[in-house]
């Protein structure tokens, strides 16, 4: 009998995230509650633990790991290093590349396009949970076209389970000696004209009554790489006031490669540099879906969004995805005031340029 390790977003509920991570469930439970979620599907960590077996990889991720320990940075980019070398050319097997295979044709026939553009994020194993967020420790792909490319983005994925901050993290919560694993998402991409997150409380003082949001323009690469500072909004979400507006100058964005592959930093043109990325409508749209969210899943939350380029509002608003917002420390840290630097800084993301789309 053939296993099936794929499932359509659609079909995933919070209760799917112990098998296909919480990226990857949050987004399902999502689109069940007609919250506009690009279409795509989810590997679940059934596939990512046959990989390992059909490719005899499981003594050396286990030997490597073995020598790591909380605290030894060394010995952690030791493991980290060995363990990417050993996966990083291993092969998917011939049934989950033609069950990729089929779910991207399907993805095709559904958004009109021969080889649509998809983004291929790391979904972990309890990752977006109230206990615990993953959140920058592994890979992300965007802009990423045909099967051969997703394929390679999946194993890619996997490999940053074991990245040296991902191995750090898990010898810091004690749970080195369990066995990791990994779901997939895979989704349409968006062409964001604007991009950013938003939470559905202050995440400084914890005021349930405001929508904290960062936006920049183009894809938030450029944000989480701190090339530059979002513009940074506080708004009523009982009256939708604007509290605090501050924009910044954005001099980069990051857009499609043309050549159809990947992204590309560009120059934003003068006239928008210091430019609002929000406007009164934009901000309206993004506090209904932010009070949505947060109703459905009856917590505050912490939402990645895009605006698609050339589509009128509301129906240009996609959410990529949401994750509960933990406890802060207490005391809070000193950082440079904006959501997005507070939350980056609370779960340890590093400054990489392929995540968030």
Request: net charge negative.
């Amino acid at each position: 009998m053939t296993t099936s390790y794929i499932r359509p977003l659609a079909e995933l509920r919070r209760a799917d995230a112990d098998e296909f991570g919480g990226k990857s469930a949050n987004l399902g439970d999502l689109l069940s509650a007609g919250i506009p979620v690009p279409p795509g599907f989810a590997v679940g960590a059934a596939g990512y633990r046959a990989f390992v077996e059909e490719t005899g990889l499981g003594g050396t991720v286990a030997a490597a790991l073995s020598r790591a320990s909380a605290g030894d940075v060394r010995a952690i980019g030791t493991a980290a290093k060995a363990i990417d070398e050993a996966m990083r050319f291993a092969p998917l097997s011939d049934s989950l590349r033609a069950e990729l295979g089929r779910c991207y044709e399907e993805l095709a026939l559904a958004t009109g396009e021969e080889r649509p553009p998809v983004a291929v994020r790391s979904s972990a194993l309890g990752e977006d949970s109230q206990e615990a967020s993953h959140a920058g420790q592994q890979e992300s792909f965007l802009w990423v076209r045909g099967l051969e490319q997703v394929c390679d983005a999946v194993r890619d994925c996997w490999v940053s389970l074991f990245s040296p901050q991902a191995i750090s993290y898990r010898a810091t919560l004690g749970a080195a000696g369990t066995e990791p694993a990994m779901g997939v998402t895979i989704q349409a991409m968006v062409d964001a004209e604007v991009s950013g997150v938003m939470f559905t409380c202050n995440p400084v003082s914890g005021d349930p009554s405001m929508v904290a949001l960062n936006a920049s323009w183009g894809l938030g690469i450029a944000v989480v790489g701190g090339e530059v500072t979002p513009d940074d909004y506080l708004v009523s979400k009982i009256t939708r006031e604007v509290v605090r507006e501050t924009v910044s100058a954005k001099h980069v964005e990051y857009v499609p490669d043309e050549a159809g592959r990947g992204t590309v930093r560009r120059d934003v043109p003068q006239e928008r540099r210091d430019a609002p990325c929000l406007g009164a409508e934009a901000l309206a749209v993004l506090i209904d879906v932010a009070r949505l969210v947060e109703r459905h899943f009856g917590g505050h939350q912490d939402i990645e969004w895009a605006i698609a380029r050339g589509q009128p509002l509301p129906e240009a608003l996609r959410v990529l995805q949401a994750r509960p917002v933990t406890t802060l420390p207490d005391p809070p840290p000193k950082l440079s005031g904006t959501a997005l630097s507070l939350v980056l800084s609370t779960f340890g993301a590093p400054p990489q340029t392929s995540e968030q789309p």
